[in-house]
């Protein structure tokens, strides 16, 4: 039993790349941290997956070295949560075993059958207008025609692999799927199930499946598992999970969270209109609203959020972190040849473009590696340098990286504060990108905002499942959490610096306007 002299929650968050657990106080504070890198299947055709099985034994690995060095006792952990990478699907049979590989978020396969059924007789964007009517009346937005959606998921299932889909009992976003594994119930939250397309989102307190949208997307209502509010209680650690974890059968698990929800809570910034922007594999900016409101044309709206009664503003940028991942890897391929691990070359980096001026000498980089979701639906558009030259340097190139991102994050950013009817600032700053203090004054200066960045923002996420797994076990009060959420260090951004970046990003919008048809003369036939 629980000595309660220390009451802790093991928070999992299960990202693209890695997963990382911690064990966290009920108070936020990060007692000790462990990571296990997870592998990624890029396939043809836009297709993108992981082995979920994959996923269990490496929570399982990094919990017990976690629980092994002693900073914890066993006895102390009250409960498990788990944020995850949202926007998935697994295909499993009735004891839950995984039928499919996981096809992730960043997977278009689903494209064309999403594309068929959103659109009608008078269509706006691809949405034929009743259709398109009904689901933002209802859910707060719509499925998106990159098919990157679950429901894309289900539909590339059930017309390319009929003999999966024939033999699942249930479709699951990770984060359900990893609740299976921990208590043996199939069960999605409010807040997880919201990109299936097929709730009824007005009334917060009792989201539930809506017959007309089953109906209209084709989903049945027996593939899917029973909802349960944000931040509950789903039930105690099964038998053999606890063993494999190493934790008590008392231990209770939490309904968990999509990882932007997870980022909103632990970034501190959870009263309304107080913005997070997130810069990790993939960038976002969202907080908390009184109201559900949607902006279809840039593909924003308000879900139910990871705390009960409050909606979310949403949106992603595919790529942004993974950028400077994707130019190492390129610049250094193996990393074991070079004799430096990957925290000494992205150092490297932040000196070697620090030493460059603010807009890189007029070098360019464009983000969108994989297609772009905020604020134009794009699965088609794609990255690389423009205006390179015999002077071009790897500090230029890094630099342009971060400024390409940067970038792209103010498009975002002006349509966010039109959406919010108000100016957002100063801005909280988590992920792996808010650990380089370059990259914080970089954003801070193309932005033209304050940025706070958040202590040890890698572990916004996971410190997010804890909080609310402290408030579901009666620990914690949302109005508590700003306060247990340090700042770092402030950013202010540097008025010199305005006139440069203020002329490249209105570049940066004509490159993309410029070479969108290009990009779809060369990749249409590749990612259709």
Same mark, same amino acid.
């Given at each position: ?237 099964? @038998?053999? $999970?606890? /063993?494999? =974890?190493? +934790? ?6 939490? &309904?968990?969270?999509? #990882?932007? !929800? ?95 001026? @603010?807009? $890189?000498? /007029?070098? =360019?980089? +464009? ?6 979701? &905020?604020?134009?639906? #794009?699965? !088609? ?148």
């Amino acid at each position: 039993m629980p000595n309660g002299d220390n009451p802790s929650i093991l928070s999992i968050d299960l990202g693209t790349s890695a997963v990382k657990v911690a064990l966290i106080t009920t108070r936020g504070a990060i007692l000790a941290g462990d990571e296990e890198p997870l592998p990624l299947s890029l396939l043809p055709e836009g297709g993108a997956e992981q082995d979920p099985e994959s996923w269990w034994s490496a929570i399982v690995r990094a919990t017990r070295r976690l629980l092994e060095r002693g900073d914890v006792s066993p006895g102390d952990v009250v409960g498990v949560n788990v944020g995850t990478q949202w926007s998935g699907t697994v295909a499993v049979d009735e004891q839950g075993k995984p039928l499919h590989p996981a096809i992730l978020w960043m997977d278009s396969r689903g494209a064309s059958h999403v594309q068929r059924l959103a659109r009608g007789l008078v269509s706006i964007e691809g949405y034929g207008v009743g259709k398109l009517l009904h689901w933002v009346r209802l859910t707060g937005g719509a499925p998106s025609l990159s098919g990157k959606d679950p429901l894309g998921h289900i539909l590339y299932l059930q017309h390319e692999r009929p003999d999966i889909y024939r033999n699942t009992y249930k479709f699951l976003e990770p984060k359900d799927w990893l609740n299976l594994r921990l208590t043996g119930r199939f069960t999605a939250s409010y807040d997880s199930i919201t990109l299936h397309w097929v709730t009824d989102n007005r009334q917060l307190t009792r989201v539930t499946y809506d017959e007309g949208l089953l109906k209209m997307t084709g989903l049945r209502r027996e593939h899917l598992p029973d909802l349960v509010p944000a931040a509950s209680v789903i039930g105690p650690l099964s @038998p053999s $999970s606890a /063993r494999e =974890l190493g +934790l008590g059968e008392n231990v209770q698990v939490v &309904s968990g969270m999509p #990882d932007i !929800l997870a980022a909103a809570v632990g970034s501190g910034a959870v009263r309304d209109f107080e913005l997070h922007l997130c810069v990790g594999t993939s960038s976002w900016m969202s907080c908390h609203v009184p109201q559900k409101k949607t902006d279809l044309l840039h593909q924003m709206g308000t879900v139910p959020s990871a705390i009960p009664g409050r909606y979310l503003l949403i949106n992603e940028q595919e790529s942004a972190g993974i950028c400077l991942v994707t130019l190492k890897n390129l610049l250094f391929e193996g990393d074991s040849l070079t004799g430096r691990s990957s925290q000494e070359i992205y150092a490297s980096f932040e000196r070697a473009a620090a030493q460059v001026p @603010p807009g $890189s000498d /007029r070098l =360019l980089f +464009l983000p969108w590696l994989n297609g772009e979701r &905020s604020p134009v639906e #794009d699965r !088609l558009s794609r990255g690389g340098f423009f205006n390179q030259s015999l002077q071009t340097t790897r500090g230029h190139m890094v630099r342009a990286v971060m400024e390409g991102v940067a970038y792209n994050s103010r498009w975002l950013f002006s349509y966010v504060e039109q959406f919010l009817g108000r100016k957002a600032d100063p801005i909280r700053m988590i992920g792996g990108g808010a650990r380089n203090q370059l990259w914080c004054q970089i954003y801070a200066d193309v932005l033209g905002r304050t940025i706070h960045q958040v202590d040890q923002p890698v572990m916004a996420n996971a410190r997010g499942s804890a909080f609310q797994a402290a408030i579901a076990l009666g620990h914690l009060t949302v109005e508590e959490i700003p306060s247990l959420v340090p700042v770092a260090r402030s950013y202010e951004p540097n008025p010199k610096n305005r006139a440069v970046y203020d002329e490249l990003f209105q570049e940066f919008l004509h490159l993309y306007k410029t070479s969108k048809p290009v990009f779809a003369r060369l990749n249409r036939t590749r990612s259709s």
